[in-house]
């Protein structure tokens, strides 16, 4: 289901939300607090850059409202970070992010990186230790792209970033 760019606000909201509701949980418990921080928001200048260097799609409605509430975002969803721009940018000469391409190519047929063209894929995030991304897959210019996403091994498809965020904020605890 395709969600409106208008309640990505109020989803991210709700993740945050829940992000600390899981902070507190997990101090209470004895567990490492989570790291997550929001950077300032970011101006889209050229657009939002594919795993080909030098190449961007023009950013979408949700994408718009997403770096309007944060540049990066540490420790979004389980570890994994919401890339700025910059980082999209700097992850092509990225020896790390290289190897976490090549492992998911290699070891999912079906993912993105293996079967989709690099200009149609932007990293979108990435939980580096884990070798754990997300993946905006693009259609046509225009379009919402669709995010693929690979968390504790198992790989989910959502239509766009409305439906994601609002999926892993109820996952993290957060209301609807």
Same mark, same amino acid.
């Given at each position: ?9 109020? #989803?991210?909201?709700?993740?945050? !939300? ?17 790291? =997550? ?6 101006? %889209?200048? @050229?657009? %939002? ?10 950013? #979408? ?7 309007? $509430?944060?540049?990066?975002?540490? =420790? ?12 999209? !940018? ?8 290289? !190897?976490?391409?090549?492992? @998911?190519?290699?070891? @999912?047929? #079906? ?9 149609? %894929? ?12 997300? $993946? ?10 669709? %995010?693929?996403? $690979?968390? #504790?091994?198992? !790989? ?13 904020? @109820? ?6």
């Amino acid at each position: 289901m395709k969600t409106d760019p208008k309640s990505l606000r109020a #989803s991210l909201d709700a993740l945050k !939300e829940a992000n600390s509701v899981r902070s507190e949980r997990n101090k209470l418990e004895g567990l490492p607090k989570l790291n =997550e921080h929001l950077w300032p928001p970011e101006t %889209i200048l @050229r657009g %939002i850059p594919t795993l080909v260097s030098g190449i961007y799609k023009k950013p #979408s409605e949700m994408l718009l409202v997403r770096f309007a $509430y944060a540049g990066a975002w540490t =420790e979004a969803i389980h570890g994994l970070s919401f890339l700025s721009v910059r980082q999209m !940018e700097e992850a092509w000469a990225d020896a790390d992010i290289a !190897e976490i391409l090549k492992i @998911r190519q290699e070891c @999912r047929d #079906s993912s993105p990186p293996a079967v989709i063209p690099w200009n149609r %894929i932007t990293l979108f995030g990435v939980y580096r230790e884990q070798a754990e991304e997300i $993946y905006l897959v693009w259609g046509d210019d225009g379009d919402e792209p669709m %995010i693929v996403s $690979y968390v #504790s091994n198992f !790989e989910e498809r959502f239509d766009d970033l409305g439906d994601f965020v609002l999926a892993y904020s @109820r996952i993290n605890g957060g209301a609807d």
